[in-house]
């Protein structure tokens, strides 16, 4: 039996080794053929509306319809679809909601990692059930309960106002969830010496926890602020005006509004989707482990 | 050790969260399953009347629903499997090593920063059957053009094509990270006893992920089962209701014919059926460890 094991070892890596340097060479080739097809598949539809949106509007499905390569180059190249957005006021819409992150960030960040805090480094009557509502709030998807959240909205005159589009995206609690696992691993005798020499909570959150959760920080950062830069449907529901209007919205808006300016429709996608491609790539690693890491429980 | 704390302190920390919480989720949740049994009152200004089960009788009755369960059990069967499977497939590349490796890597998660409604814009404008782009390439290679979203026979699978190309990429995160935490020794044993690619897949790989590939494809479901702003910005359920699926229907209920009476009723049951398949998952996992 042993030999049998040993003799088998012995053929496949006899047949390991033996594997002539070509094949290798042809292998590794084909990896990486598969490698950049699957890419370029994925990277397909932005490559197209990214160059078609450099190009004028008669021309933007020319390389398209029939196909040619030129349909990833913008060889007509011209800027007026994205004059022509910026002056029915997208440049607005992206202030908006850059505004809006930048208070969700700061504010959910707040809110969220109190939270986390408290559930991971306190024990209090009503713990679990307090608990159990972040984990049901978790599994429910929220698109279940928009229309009473929007009748509660509507109820309060909130409609149209900043404080529609902030407020409900503020408690977040996959964010709570990966705060508190975050601060439990945090090493207990900081806190502890802290307190003793006479810290308050207060003090202990600021000044020694928040300093040193940089990667918690980045990683909230990064989900709050993505998930009210591409939020759609709410704002579609409860801001329609323009004064509020967000950039997901400014982006199809112009599909109603001007049914046939297809060149202006992808430069406002492309400018909604460039400012989230380009902080979620540096950053990657910790929106991995957010979005990861949150759910494994 | 945790600190037994007498104070109030952690209660302050959770207050605003958990407001916030109770307020825009939990209320809304129980919202919805009050709001089924009621319907507007035939009395001018009087508000809501309780009409107990007889909204979800008359939805019962209406084919237009019945059709959009089919449609949604339809996609649902189709749309999970195949995500998960691409997702792991995407995964298991991704995760190779070799050299410029983090780069693709760095592309393929690029659909995941896209926001629903610009994927749509732009594949919306790719599967027109008369200017698109896909369209385009077909002739170039001499195949016939497709209808696409402008056919009932097509319209659901392009739709999940779309969506797909967010939904595949975003759930091979979590294969990626479940396949990094497989120990290198356990695979390297298996290459010693002779295992070639597919069995090292099949006997070793896919066990020891197991529950995180039954945790993709139910969380999967749960996404998809409530899946709505490609039809609305697409089809609008057309055509012939091929693509209204039950969340478009009860928008299409509660925001287009203004009976959120009857659109609650469906959320309500939607919110049960999401209830089973968690308790299926937990059921599953505990059973699984």
Do not use: H
């Given at each position: 039996?042993?030999?049998?094991?040993?003799?088998?070892?012995?053929?496949?890596?006899?047949?390991?080794?033996?594997?002539?340097?070509?094949?290798?060479?042809?292998?590794?080739?084909?990896?990486?053929?598969?490698?950049?097809?699957?890419?370029?598949?994925?990277?397909?539809?932005?490559?197209?509306?990214?160059?078609?949106?450099?190009?004028?509007?008669?021309?933007?499905?020319?390389?398209?319809?029939?196909?040619?390569?030129?349909?990833?180059?913008?060889?007509?190249?011209?800027?007026?679809?994205?004059?022509?957005?910026?002056?029915?006021?997208?440049?607005?819409?992206?202030?908006?909601?850059?505004?809006?992150?930048?208070?969700?960030?700061?504010i959910g960040g707040f809110i969220c990692t109190w939270a986390?805090?408290?559930?991971?480094?306190?024990?209090?009557?009503?713990?679990?059930?307090?608990?159990?509502?972040?984990?049901?709030?978790?599994?429910?998807?929220?698109?279940?309960?928009?229309?009473?959240?929007?009748?509660?909205?509507?109820?309060?005159?909130?409609?149209?106002?900043?404080?529609?589009?902030?407020?409900?995206?503020l408690a977040n609690?996959?964010i709570i969830?990966?705060?508190?696992?975050?601060?439990?691993?945090?090493?207990?005798?900081?806190?502890?010496?802290?307190?003793?020499?006479?810290?308050?909570?207060?003090?202990?959150?600021?000044?020694?926890?928040?300093?040193?959760?940089?990667?918690?920080?980045?990683?909230?950062?990064?989900?709050?602020?993505?998930?009210?830069?591409?939020?759609?449907?709410?704002?579609?529901?409860?801001?329609?005006?323009?004064?509020?209007?967000?950039?997901?919205?400014?982006?199809?808006?112009?599909?109603?509004?001007?049914?046939?300016?297809?060149?202006?429709?992808?430069?406002?996608?492309?400018?909604?989707?460039?400012?989230?491609?380009?902080?979620?790539?540096?950053?990657?690693?910790?929106?991995?482990?957010?979005?990861?890491?949150?759910?494994?429980? | 050790?945790?600190?037994?704390?007498?104070?109030?302190?952690?209660?302050?920390?959770?207050f605003p969260a958990?407001?916030l919480?109770?307020?825009?989720?939990?209320?809304?949740?129980?919202?919805?399953?009050?709001?089924?049994?009621?319907?507007?009152?035939?009395?001018?200004?009087?508000?809501?009347?309780?009409?107990?089960?007889?909204?979800?009788?008359?939805?019962?009755?209406?084919?237009?629903?019945?059709?959009?369960?089919?449609?949604?059990?339809?996609?649902?069967?189709?749309?999970?499997?195949?995500?998960?499977?691409?997702?792991?497939?995407?995964?298991?590349?991704?995760?190779?090593?070799?050299?410029?490796?983090?780069?693709?890597?760095?592309?393929?998660?690029?659909?995941?920063?896209?926001?629903?409604?610009?994927?749509?814009?732009?594949?919306?404008?790719?599967?027109?059957?008369?200017?698109?782009?896909?369209?385009?390439?077909?002739?170039?290679?001499?195949?016939?053009?497709?209808?696409?979203?402008?056919?009932?026979?097509?319209?659901?699978?392009?739709?999940?094509?779309?969506?797909?190309?967010?939904?595949?990429?975003?759930?091979?995160?979590?294969?990626?990270?479940?396949?990094?935490?497989?120990?290198?020794?356990?695979?390297?044993?298996?290459?010693?006893?002779?295992?070639?690619?597919?069995?090292?897949?099949?006997?070793?790989?896919?066990?020891?992920?197991?529950?995180?590939?039954?945790?993709?494809?139910?969380?999967?479901?749960?996404?998809?089962?409530?899946?709505?702003?490609?039809?609305?910005?697409?089809?609008?359920?057309?055509?012939?209701?091929?693509?209204?699926?039950?969340?478009?229907?009860?928008?299409?209920?509660?925001?287009?014919?203004?009976?959120?009476?009857?659109?609650?009723?469906?959320?309500?049951?939607?919110?049960?059926?999401?209830?089973?398949?968690?308790?299926?998952?937990?059921?599953?996992?505990?059973?699984?460890?």
């Amino acid at each position: 039996m042993t030999t049998n094991v040993t003799s088998n070892q012995k053929n496949n890596l006899a047949i390991r080794v033996s594997t002539p340097k070509i094949v290798k060479t042809i292998l590794r080739a084909t990896n990486y053929i598969i490698l950049i097809i699957i890419a370029f598949l994925i990277i397909l539809p932005l490559l197209w509306a990214f160059s078609a949106s450099f190009t004028p509007l008669e021309k933007t499905f020319e390389y398209a319809y029939p196909f040619s390569w030129k349909a990833f180059f913008p060889v007509n190249f011209t800027t007026e679809a994205y004059v022509n957005i910026f002056e029915r006021g997208f440049g607005r819409a992206m202030l908006n909601t850059l505004g809006l992150g930048i208070a969700t960030v700061i504010i959910g960040g707040f809110i969220c990692t109190w939270a986390g805090f408290a559930f991971a480094r306190f024990n209090f009557p009503g713990k679990k059930l307090l608990f159990s509502i972040v984990l049901i709030t978790f599994t429910i998807p929220s698109d279940l309960t928009v229309i009473p959240r929007y009748i509660m909205i509507m109820n309060w005159g909130w409609i149209n106002s900043w404080q529609a589009l902030l407020v409900p995206l503020l408690a977040n609690s996959l964010i709570i969830f990966m705060s508190s696992q975050f601060f439990r691993e945090f090493p207990q005798e900081i806190i502890d010496s802290a307190r003793v020499d006479g810290a308050s909570w207060l003090q202990v959150y600021f000044l020694i926890v928040l300093p040193i959760s940089k990667p918690l920080l980045i990683s909230l950062g990064l989900l709050l602020f993505l998930g009210q830069w591409n939020s759609y449907f709410w704002p579609l529901l409860v801001a329609p005006d323009p004064a509020y209007r967000v950039v997901q919205l400014a982006v199809t808006q112009s599909v109603q509004e001007y049914q046939t300016i297809w060149n202006e429709l992808l430069a406002g996608s492309m400018l909604a989707a460039i400012i989230p491609i380009l902080l979620l790539l540096p950053f990657q690693r910790y929106f991995v482990n957010a979005v990861v890491g949150g759910v494994k429980e | 050790m945790k600190i037994r704390s007498q104070t109030l302190v952690p209660y302050v920390f959770l207050f605003p969260a958990i407001v916030l919480l109770i307020i825009f989720n939990i209320i809304p949740a129980f919202a919805t399953i009050k709001q089924s049994l009621y319907a507007a009152s035939p009395i001018r200004g009087s508000g809501l009347v309780y009409v107990g089960f007889r909204n979800i009788s008359r939805i019962f009755a209406d084919p237009v629903f019945w059709k959009s369960v089919s449609v949604t059990l339809y996609f649902g069967l189709i749309v999970n499997p195949l995500q998960t499977i691409l997702a792991l497939g995407l995964a298991l590349i991704a995760n190779q090593r070799a050299s410029g490796i983090g780069f693709f890597r760095s592309i393929y998660l690029i659909p995941v920063a896209v926001s629903v409604n610009v994927a749509v814009v732009v594949w919306g404008l790719m599967v027109d059957p008369n200017a698109g782009l896909i369209n385009g390439i077909l002739i170039r290679i001499g195949l016939p053009t497709q209808p696409f979203l402008t056919s009932p026979g097509q319209a659901l699978m392009t739709i999940i094509m779309i969506i797909s190309w967010i939904g595949v990429p975003y759930w091979s995160l979590f294969f990626i990270a479940a396949l990094q935490g497989i120990p290198t020794s356990s695979l390297e044993a298996a290459v010693v006893d002779g295992a070639n690619q597919w069995q090292l897949l099949t006997r070793i790989i896919i066990p020891l992920i197991r529950p995180i590939i039954l945790f993709v494809l139910i969380a999967d479901t749960i996404i998809n089962f409530t899946l709505f702003v490609p039809i609305q910005l697409l089809t609008q359920g057309g055509p012939q209701l091929s693509t209204n699926l039950v969340m478009y229907e009860t928008y299409r209920r509660g925001f287009i014919y203004g009976d959120l009476g009857s659109s609650s009723v469906m959320l309500g049951a939607m919110f049960v059926v999401i209830l089973i398949i968690i308790g299926l998952q937990s059921l599953i996992l505990r059973s699984n460890r």
